[in-house]
């Protein structure tokens, strides 16, 4: 159960996090908001960070959207930083065609892992670091792996 809920609760920070980025780029109406978010001031090495892998068009399809976001606890509802370019903190490949993984930055181990979708995890274990996840596609539009990476 606490598996299912750190990957609830990383998606929920991701989807926050989407949404106040894009609300923070967008033009705004008052005439004394002149400042704007210079990307190059987000955090470069955070301790803790969530990472949200989107595959979409099931077995034998390599279409993805990867998401890192800084996170500040495991089990915190605060948001954190969303981290740009993401291939600086997570490698994403295919075993085989019904087989996806993650690793996580140089420097990082993977402490958590899950799938909203449903998908069966290789590499499930928690409390200890691992050094990459994984999980079996499914036929079905979106399979999707939750992972958070700690410093080590």
Known sequence: MKNHNVVVLISVIIISLIG?????????????????V??????????????????????????LQVIAVTLKALDSEETGDILTPTKDYVGVYFKS???MWAYC??????????SSAGNPIYNPSTGTTQFEAGIELLDQLTNTLEIACEKI
């Open 20 to 36: 106040a980025y894009f609300s923070f780029n967008k033009v705004s109406d008052s005439s004394d908001a002149t400042e704007t």
């Open 38 to 63: 210079d990307m190059s001031d987000v955090v470069k090495y955070p301790p803790l960070y969530g990472v949200a892998i989107y595959q979409t068009g099931g077995i034998g399809s390599e279409k």
């Open 97 to 99: 065609t019904n087989e």
């Open 105 to 114: 930055g140089k420097g990082y181990g993977v402490i958590s892992v899950g």
